[in-house]
């Protein structure tokens, strides 16, 4: 069955520092992998997929993700945090042989001024 | 481009009252259909999804049901509210690299 783990509830960075927002996954076949990010009562917005071809997936604001098959992990990155990228933050995993998405729990990062 | 219609934006019903939240789709034909609950502003839960027309999965058992009367139409619908039906309602749909979603349906029971 497919999983997706976010063992962080929440993160803190200062403004400027780099940051990481970690994700785990467990599918049977090859998984695809995303994230997305939520604004207060908003829609989740697409940020980064990984389907195939090199590991580091590069996406939106400046945002990338390293796809890691040996620890199947999905780490999501920024060199240098803004104030403005304080949101909610989902990793996503499809199994390429279905057609279900499973949404981890979600992760807080909060970007200290 | 495609585009998800989520309507009404918030919604506050009173317990034993019926619901009906409507998406629909732009853009596309024969999407593959979800929606998905996020209570207190963390995880998604995933309800229901469709692949076509009159074809709906439910993924966990409760108080809703979902429907989908055409092809870019998907409906959530509840006879009676609960309290616990309480949440945001995401409507989203899916090509084959990643999800667009609705701009969310907040419901509140009272």
């Known amino acids: 069955a497919q999983s997706v783990a976010q063992p962080e509830d929440q993160v803190n960075v200062a403004e400027g520092n780099p940051l990481t927002v970690k994700c785990t996954y467990s599918v049977s076949g090859n998984p695809y992998l995303f994230w997305y990010v939520q604004y207060p009562n908003r829609g989740l917005q697409f940020l980064l997929k990984y389907i195939t071809g090199d590991n580091l997936v590069k996406g939106s604001y400046g945002f990338e993700a390293e796809f890691n098959k040996s620890q199947t992990s999905f780490h999501l990155k920024k060199p240098s945090a803004l104030v403005s990228d304080s949101a909610l933050y989902f990793c996503?995993?499809?199994?390429?042989?279905?057609?279900?998405?499973?949404f981890g729990t979600g992760t807080r990062l909060k970007v200290l001024a | 481009s495609q585009t998800i219609h989520q309507w009404p934006a918030t919604l506050v019903q009173p317990v034993g009252s019926p619901l009906s939240l409507e998406c629909t789709v732009e853009?596309?034909?024969?999407?593959?259909l979800y929606w998905y609950r996020q209570a207190a502003g963390r995880g998604l839960q995933l309800l229901f999804y469709?692949?076509?027309?009159?074809?709906i999965s439910s993924e966990v058992p409760q108080n809703l049901s979902a429907s989908r009367p055409q092809d870019r139409q998907f409906i959530l619908s509840s006879k009676k509210l609960l309290l616990s039906d309480s949440g945001f309602y995401l409507c989203?749909?899916?090509?084959?690299?990643?999800?667009?979603f609705g701009s969310g349906t907040r419901l509140t029971v009272v």
């Open positions: 996503a995993v499809r199994d390429s042989g279905t057609y279900k998405y499973i």
């Open positions: 989203a749909q899916t090509g084959l690299y990643g999800y667009t």
């Open positions: 469709s692949v076509g027309i009159g074809q």
């Open positions: 853009g596309t034909s024969n999407p593959n």
